[in-house]
């Protein structure tokens, strides 16, 4: 079963009572696993394109983290008695395809991009736990851990504020982001396969995403962007 639990800026729960719509636990497991090494190869290598400490310290902070989570879910899939290189190869080419286009050509813009599009993610994967039992149990406990990110969404706001172009040129970026996130979440889910047909499918997990959008839209009102 789909469920939105409660984290950071989501709230409630939203349940969608097709279990066949969530994908099968190696998929959830290695979609997110690697999720997280994507995330930590960007922000290392923002860290290594920037000369400046402070944003050297905000970047390894969420890069740190984002190991973190990483490492996580592969002890799960490890206790599992799996091997997680297996279970991340499938999804490895589309979602590296994915982080490429949300890569900016300013460092600001690929900033903006691992706190958007992570968000996002962390917040659906979270939704997808709720389907998998211990498994699930202990993968949201690691996504719930706390992404480090506050120092990049400070450099963020303070070149917000600073500038009305770069606030414009920001804006529009975030909004292209949601389309390709929305884009790897949708294809997560087994829609094509559900017992109620895909029209019945995509309005039972609309709340999920409404949801989600809803956390996204306050994420965008903190760094003074509108969504």
């Known amino acids: 079963?789909?469920?939105?639990?409660?984290?950071?800026?989501?709230?409630?729960?939203?349940?969608?009572?097709?279990?066949?719509?969530?994908?099968?636990?190696t998929t959830f497991l290695g979609q997110a696993a690697y999720l997280q090494l994507g995330y930590f190869e960007t922000l290392t290598r923002l860290i290594r394109a920037t000369p400046d400490l402070a944003e050297k310290e905000a970047l390894s902070l969420a890069a740190g983290a984002a190991l973190r989570k990483h490492r996580g879910i592969i002890d799960v899939i490890r206790d599992r008695?799996?091997?997680?290189?297996?279970?991340?190869?499938?999804?490895?080419?589309?979602?590296?395809?994915?982080?490429?286009?949300?890569?900016g050509a300013r460092p600001r813009e690929t900033m903006l991009s691992v706190h958007i599009t992570a968000g996002i993610l962390d917040d659906f994967y979270l939704s997808l736990s709720g389907s998998y039992g211990e498994t699930g149990r202990r993968v949201a406990r690691v996504l719930r851990a706390d992404p480090d990110r506050e120092q990049i969404a400070r450099l963020l706001v303070e070149t917000i504020e600073s500038d009305e172009e770069w606030r414009s040129l920001l804006s529009m970026w975030a909004r292209r982001l949601v389309g390709d996130t929305l884009l790897v979440a949708r294809a997560a889910l087994r829609l094509d396969g559900a017992a109620p047909g895909r029209a019945d499918a995509e309005k039972a997990v609309e709340p999920v995403f409404t949801a989600l959008m809803a956390a996204h839209s306050r994420r965008m009102e903190a760094l003074g962007l509108t969504a």
């Open 1 to 25: 079963m789909l469920r939105l639990r409660p984290r950071g800026e989501l709230s409630g729960a939203v349940r969608v009572d097709f279990p066949e719509l969530a994908p099968d636990v």
């Open 81 to 103: 008695g799996d091997e997680a290189t297996e279970l991340m190869a499938p999804f490895q080419e589309q979602l590296d395809a994915f982080r490429h286009q949300t890569i």
